[in-house]
């Protein structure tokens, strides 16, 4: 299938700074991003969906001027938590559609430990 | 808003039994998909479903879209170690373009 590359894998920040996680596709254009948090032994909740040049859906309840989704360009789309808490810290996860396709390739998810 | 449950939560079974995962969604849905996430992993895509009363095989796992499409199930014949993880389903509702995931169900196969 597909690959779809998410960085960092893990990251540790401080309090009140911000973190910007990547999502890549590698081998093909992702027309579709989406963006997905998972607390532990929980589902994935989706958190907002991007499309490549146009503004993000968020999904209700999920601050938009928290969470920036930036989608540049066809291969990759970014999420960045501004001024992060302890109560971000959790498992944040992308996923890529292409065009026309509807099967969703994950990336390798980024955790994230707010101190 | 469209909810999708999944029963049971967890499920041990020992080696070499079969196990089931039932999803149900509150809504109809336009296709399904199922994932498996193993401990510390990502989601990984298995299987999708489209059409009403579909039924796919994939080696020891079957996987079925109900009539009305509003539920699906998977089942594992003769678990193995390897089965352990987590398993997903993910349903994307007509008119929408956005799958929800179903709240998993893991599971713990003894050897």
């Known amino acids: 299938g597909a690959v779809v590359s998410q960085h960092p894998s893990w990251v540790i920040c401080k309090s009140g700074t911000s973190v910007k996680i990547e999502c890549r596709s590698l081998d093909f254009q992702a027309t579709t991003m989406f963006w997905y948090r998972q607390f532990p032994k929980q589902s994935l909740m989706l958190m907002a969906t991007?499309?490549?040049?146009?503004?993000?859906?968020?999904e209700q309840g999920v601050e938009k001027d928290k969470f920036l989704i930036n989608h540049a360009s066809l291969t990759l789309s970014t999420l960045t938590v501004t001024s992060a808490h302890p109560e971000d810290s959790s498992f944040y996860i992308c996923?890529?559609?292409?065009?026309?396709?509807?099967?969703?390739?994950f990336g390798q998810g980024t955790r994230l430990t707010v101190v | 808003g469209q909810q999708v449950m999944q029963i049971p939560q967890y499920q041990h079974v020992q080696e070499g039994e079969d196990f089931t995962t039932y999803c149900n969604s509150s809504t109809t849905l336009s296709n399904i998909q199922w994932y498996k996430q193993r401990p510390g992993g990502h989601p990984v895509f298995l299987i999708q479903?489209?059409?009403?009363?579909e039924v796919k095989k994939q080696k020891r796992l079957t996987f079925q879209f109900g009539e009305a499409k509003k539920n699906s199930s998977l089942h594992i014949t003769a678990t193995q170690t390897t089965d352990v993880g987590t398993y997903f389903c993910?349903?994307?509702?007509?008119?929408?373009?956005?799958?929800?995931f179903g709240t998993g169900t893991r599971l713990k196969v003894l050897a």
């Open positions: 991007s499309n490549e040049g146009s503004k993000a859906t968020y």
């Open positions: 479903l489209v059409k009403s009363g």
């Open positions: 996923s890529a559609t292409g065009l026309g396709n509807t099967e969703a390739f």
């Open positions: 993910a349903g994307l509702s007509s008119g929408t373009y956005k799958y929800i």
